[in-house]
Nanobody, 124 residues
Framework: QVQLVESGGGSVQPGGSLRLSCAASRYTYSGRCMGWFRQAPGKERERVATIDRDRTTYADSVRDRFTISRDNAKNTLNLQMNSLTPEDTAMYYC???????????????????WGQGTQVTVSS
């Protein structure tokens, strides 16, 4: 059974940085789509960033501030978050699929595996 475990969340002041990590165990779909989603209270889940062997994508709200990366040797997914604002406050989830990212564009349901989430709070 694939297991995704997020870490690195916490509280930070506006303008600060955090680095999220997701350890994927028994996930053998090398090069397939993995991504980060977030959900704030009372808001819909938002796709933050995705990565596969061919491309990375970002939500407009985080482009140029967040960087997604992947260490295939360690089976780890990372999200470097810089210049954080209170609007970035949310629960962040790691997700993994068995397909390439262009297919997941048709719906988050293509992400078969999900982590439990890590909370990010940006506040002064």
């Amino acid at each position: 059974q694939v297991q995704l475990v997020e870490s690195g969340g916490g509280s930070v002041q506006p303008g600060g940085s955090l680095r999220l990590s997701c350890a994927a165990s028994r996930y053998t779909y090398s090069g397939r789509c993995m991504g980060w989603f977030r959900q704030a209270p009372g808001k819909e889940r938002e796709r933050v960033a995705t990565i596969d062997r061919d491309r990375t994508t970002y939500a407009d709200s985080v482009r140029d501030r967040f960087t997604i990366s992947r260490d295939n040797a360690k089976n780890t997914l990372n999200l470097q978050m810089n210049s954080l604002t209170p609007e970035d406050t949310a629960m962040y989830y790691c997700a993994a699929s068995t397909v390439f990212c262009y297919i997941t564009d048709y719906g988050a349901g293509y992400f078969r595996y999900w982590g439990q989430g890590t909370q990010v709070t940006v506040s002064s």
